[in-house]
């Protein structure tokens, strides 16, 4: 594989990246397997029984499992997060890998984890990284989720799940006294039904999912009416059917996935400060397979996106009026010689954009090469070296990373990452880029908004260093320092007004670019497991940005600086598992809600409080493991929870689930 | 189009008549369930002794029938149910006052607690139940809406008196908390009647 090297950029950067190669190599490579094997504390993989027991529902919840993550919901059902302040959570720049597939659905910087064609009760395992990564040719600056579905097992399997949630302060029969109150409603349901056929030269698996969330929280009600138009009450619903076919032929295995999502949404449109009724499509088609064997080995992967923003049911006919075909092909090469491990692939994207106005240009062609060396000390060490180089529209970009793990002792472990990347302004995702280049949906819709001449190229840079120690079998210790060092980013900057009339906002944008500032972290934890049948995990962390640019402090100002969470783990008898997870939340400042926290007396308070919230998990598996019921409380406390000043206060809930598996049953 | 029909009757029906493989031994297994497992049906009627104002000023509740099957393992037990419950209003219909309708519940939970022996027929339960509160009123509360559920949380103490081996009364008072914005409460005395037997099988199997 050959690779076209910008000669520029090689010669300002390749003394850097020089210098960390032979850092790396110089580290003391006394390995201690018990130590090492540890894994990495960025990096946790959740079983479907870890999900179960954590009365996971829906995708989203996934967030509230995962150690310093900020996520925050304006409607409770879709979720913006920020992996590790890897990036800030309003960007949604974490990347979801599906079975080995990059999921390429994030549309104007929405990315809704819950629009995912499949279910909960699908899912056989997951991980979750919080550093940069080099992931099946993708290199995941933000954070990644990487979920791995159940395999269809050889002879006939059905699956399926229904929950119902609750969440209290509904009206009740005091409607009828008090016309005002609002009702919340219920959440959900969440339903899924699979079955599929597997033998020995592959399989045949499908599957449906479908669910449904009621925006009718006081906070937003009014707005939602706004543009609202139906014949019941305001609510996003998804319906998700999927087909996969895994085929074992060639001398390899070759997987077919075809999907289409459709969610009928109430998008936060910050823009507009109003909630859009707009339908998100995304349809998708991938070919991936792996042919070879663990000493060499070929990886290749095609996928084709049709993200369509389309119209739904509104009072003034707005129409998002977009739609892009995103194609890709990717092709690696795995090697495996000695102790090295050698991984080079090549990628070619293409953006197609679709709108009824005319573009400046509408097509974006992206080429990727990148090569990946890894040693193996031993099994249970490494020490990876990763270089990418792109061009996306004559646009010369690259990323690096240097990552690994070393043992200093038979009980203290180091991990490291660190990783530099430069590119294009994102163009995939941005509505700031679309809109510059001709997209008029804002103008339609009348926003205030102010954009740039010109967009600087972000720059990020990353260090994560992190420290294991493990005295005893049943406890251990991490501690872990992080800096981000931001250059030539670009952020909207809104001000909302409050506007009585629709109990909303009035929106001023200006798009800034060229922002500067750097956020340093730090996070320790504790696991402490005292009996086999129970575990504790305490974790606090805090990060701090800094600028001499109020607005990079005050961007980063509305996640969090502190948060803390002790989750338990218990195995009871009569295979009852129980789940206790507290989580305290530090105070939030949403600057940009400042006149309309004025002017409403702090209805749509910019300073967000601290928030304690206890979730609880109780699940029982009956007949074997095929039948699972669960009940599921979160914020047991009913804590007056609102992650977003403008967004649905997030009440008690009740969760009831129940999931039947039939996996393992013969023709 | 036979053999597609064909098909779907295969995947459908082949669960029933095919044997599901040995399952992998549960790397979650606790200590198994005691040997003496009773199943117990009880069926109820209530009485409201105490609401909430918020409640007692604007409805009066009528009686309430409860049915609920319990597992008693030894000294704690896990039980199910749910109980009827109906509410009429004392409002006069007068013109220009406010229509508040009746409405009927049903409180649907599932609750557990422990078993403390007096002697030998004469036995005090000590339990909790978290449940759901499913009112359906005889107006629209919104537009095409006349149901709402909510959340409950109840606590109860009861006496049970054996009779025979197999059947036993109780009699006890119970205090049920529900979470609408403005909370209400409901005090309750029971009696009723309660059968019971050795737990099957199959029950304790499915359990487990």
Redesign the interface.
């Known amino acids: 594989m050959h690779v076209l090297l910008p000669t520029g950029l090689f010669r300002s950067y390749g003394k850097q990246i020089a210098l960390l190669v032979l850092g790396v190599s110089l580290l003391p490579t006394t390995l201690n397997a018990q130590a090492v094997q540890q894994a990495s504390p960025w990096t946790k993989t959740l079983t479907a029984d870890d999900l179960g027991q954590a009365g996971v529902n829906r995708l989203s919840d996934l967030f509230l499992l995962i150690d310093n993550v900020s996520a925050y919901s304006v409607d409770g059902y879709t979720w913006n997060a920020s992996f590790n302040t890897l990036s800030r959570s309003e960007d949604n720049a974490w990347t979801l890998i599906v079975d080995g597939v990059p999921q390429d659905f994030g549309t104007f910087g929405m990315q809704n984890i819950n629009q995912l064609p499949f279910h909960v009760a699908d899912i056989a395992s997951l991980t979750i990284h919080r550093v940069p990564a080099l992931l099946h040719g993708v290199f995941a600056q933000a954070g990644t989720i990487e979920i791995h579905t159940k395999n269809p097992v050889r002879g006939v399997a059905i699956q399926g799940s229904a929950a119902a949630g609750n969440e209290i302060n509904d009206p009740g029969p005091f409607r009828f006294v008090d016309t005002t109150q609002v009702n919340i409603d219920r959440l959900g349901p969440p339903l899924y039904a699979a079955t599929s056929v597997g033998g020995r030269i592959g399989s045949v698996k499908a599957s449906f999912a479908a669910d449904e969330h009621h925006a009718t929280d006081a906070m937003m009600l009014t707005r939602v009416w706004w543009l609202y138009r139906g014949i019941r009450r305001p609510q996003l619903r998804l319906h998700a059917p999927r087909l996969s076919i895994q085929l074992n032929a060639l001398g390899g295995t070759h997987h077919f996935v075809r999907s289409r999502s459709r969610l009928r949404d109430l998008w936060f449109f910050e823009p507009l400060g109003l909630e859009l009724p707009i339908t998100r499509m995304h349809d998708h088609f991938s070919a991936h397979g792996t042919l070879g064997d663990s000493a060499r080995s070929f990886v290749y992967r095609a996928t084709y996106d049709r993200v369509h923003l389309d119209e739904r049911l509104n009072r003034f006919d707005l129409d998002a009026d977009w739609l892009q075909d995103r194609y890709s092909v990717h092709a690696a090469q795995h090697t495996r010689v000695g102790r090295w491990t050698n991984e080079t692939g090549a990628t070619l994207r293409t953006r197609q954009s679709h709108t009824s106005t005319m573009l400046l240009y509408d097509t974006l062609f992206e080429t990727e090469g990148y090569t990946s060396w890894r040693w193996h000390p031993t099994p249970v060490s490494y020490h990876q070296v990763a270089g990418f180089f792109s061009l996306i529209n004559n646009t010369a970009g690259y990323k690096v990373l240097v990552t690994g793990a070393q043992a200093l002792s038979a009980s203290t472990g180091l991990h490291y990452t660190l990783s530099q990347e430069r590119e294009a302004f994102d163009a995939a995702n941005s509505l700031w880029f679309w809109a510059r280049n001709g997209y008029r949906f804002l103008h339609t819709l009348e926003a205030d908004f102010i954009l740039p001449l010109r967009y600087t190229e972000p720059q990020t840079t990353t260090v994560d260093l992190a420290l294991h120690v493990q005295p005893m079998p049943r406890l251990g210790f991490t501690v872990a320092v992080s800096g981000r060092w931001f250059r030539g980013q670009t952020a909207p900057l809104y001000t909302f007004q409050y506007d009585a009339q629709k109990d909303g906002f009035l929106t001023s944008t200006r798009v800034a670019t060229g922002l500067f500032g750097r956020v340093m972290g730090m996070e320790a934890s504790v696991r402490f497991q005292p009996a086999a049948w129970m575990s504790h995990r305490l974790t606090y962390r805090t990060h701090q940005p800094s600028s001499t640019e109020a607005i990079f402090v005050a961007l980063w100002d509305e996640q969090a600086r502190h948060q803390t969470t002790l989750t338990s783990r218990f195995s009871l008898p009569a295979r009852i598992q129980a789940f206790v997870r507290w989580h305290h939340i530090g105070p939030q400042t949403w600057a940009s809600y400042a006149p309309a926290d004025a002017s409403t007396t702090g209805r749509f308070g910019s300073e967000r409080p601290a928030y304690l919230l206890l979730d609880l998990a109780v699940r029982k598996k009956f007949w074997g493991p095929r039948l699972t019921a669960s009940l599921t409380l979160r914020n047991a406390f009913d804590a007056p929870y609102r992650p977003h000043p403008a967004g649905a206060a997030l009440h008690a809930t009740l969760f009831a689930q129940a999931t039947l598996d039939l996996t393992a049953l013969r023709w | 189009m036979k053999f597609r029909y064909l098909f779907v009757l295969?995947?459908l029906g082949?669960?029933l008549l095919?044997?599901?493989?040995a399952?992998a031994p549960?790397?979650?297994?606790?200590?198994?369930?005691p040997k003496r497992a009773f199943l117990a049906i009880n069926l109820g009627a209530l009485g409201t002794m105490a609401s909430s104002p918020?409640?007692s000023n604007?409805?009066d509740p009528g009686m309430s029938l409860a049915f609920s099957s319990s597992l008693l393992?030894e000294r704690v037990f896990l039980e199910a149910g749910l109980s009827l419950h109906s509410?009429s209003s004392r409002s006069l219909g007068i013109p220009g006052e406010?229509?508040?309708?009746d409405?009927s519940a049903t409180h649907i939970f599932?609750g557990g607690g422990y078993v403390r022996p007096i002697s030998a027929d004469v036995s005090l339960h000590f339990g909790a139940q978290?449940g759901?509160f499913r009112?359906t009123?005889d107006?629209d509360?919104?537009?095409?809406?006349r149901t709402?559920?909510?959340?409950t949380f109840t606590p109860y103490v009861r006496a049970r008196f054996a009779i025979n081996r197999a059947i036993s009364l109780f009699t006890g008072i119970s205090y049920t908390r529900?979470?609408?914005?403005?909370r209400?409460s409901l005090g309750f005395f029971t009696m009723g009647i309660s059968y019971a037997r050795a737990a099957p099988n199959w029950v304790v199997s499915?359990?487990?």
């Open positions: 295969l995947l082949s669960p095919t044997t599901a493989r399952q549960d790397s979650t297994a606790t200590p198994p369930l918020n409640i604007t409805w393992l509410y406010l229509i508040i309708p409405f599932l978290i759901t009112m009123f107006e509360t919104f537009a095409g809406v709402e559920s909510e959340l529900v979470y609408t914005a403005d209400f499915f359990l487990r």
